[in-house]
């Protein structure tokens, strides 16, 4: 414990030292990001607790099994939880410097159609645009390669 406190307080004073002779501004320890991983054992449920001020977000995938927020893994304010299988590395805080971006992806009849776009963690349905319904896992879902959309399904996605 003692050596970590060392350590922590070594790195603040060094960023501070190289903020103040370089006149790059200092960012808070809280506002920065850091890393978590939580996995689910024998794709059973599994807490990981942990202060989550300042979001959640998927950094990297670890596992086969699919990471769905609010399906497969989660958070509130004390912790992150996962469940069948999920397994990742989660980035906690970093305030709104994630990216997302807006994406209309319609299908045409019957076919399923892919718009090609870089998903890294989730999509979610804006809004629905076609009078045929869109429902996740059967008119539309998505991929690492972008969102598919099927059955007549024409929405808004938001890509985070």
């Not at 190289?18 to 990001?33: I, K």
């Not at 001020?53 to 399906?71: D, H």
Request: glycine share 10%; charged share 30%; aromatic share 8%.
């Amino acid at each position: 414990m003692k050596t970590r406190l060392i350590t922590l307080t070594t790195a603040l004073l060094g960023s501070v030292w190289v903020g103040a002779f370089t006149g790059l501004p200092v960012r808070d320890a809280e506002a920065r990001s850091r890393h978590v991983t939580c996995e689910s054992i024998h794709n059973r449920y599994q807490f990981c607790r942990v202060n989550t001020r300042g979001g959640v977000q998927i950094q990297r995938q670890l596992s086969n099994a699919a990471c769905r927020k609010n399906q497969t893994w989660g958070y509130d304010r004390d912790g992150i939880w996962v469940d069948r299988g999920c397994r990742a590395e989660f980035r906690i805080g970093g305030g709104d410097r994630w990216r997302s971006e807006h994406l209309t992806c319609s299908a045409e009849g019957s076919g399923r159609h892919l718009c090609r776009a870089d998903v890294r963690d989730e999509v979610i349905l804006i809004r629905q645009l076609s009078r045929a319904p869109c429902r996740f896992n059967s008119s539309w879902g998505y991929n690492r390669r972008g969102v598919w959309v099927d059955r007549g399904c024409r929405a808004e996605f938001e890509i985070r």
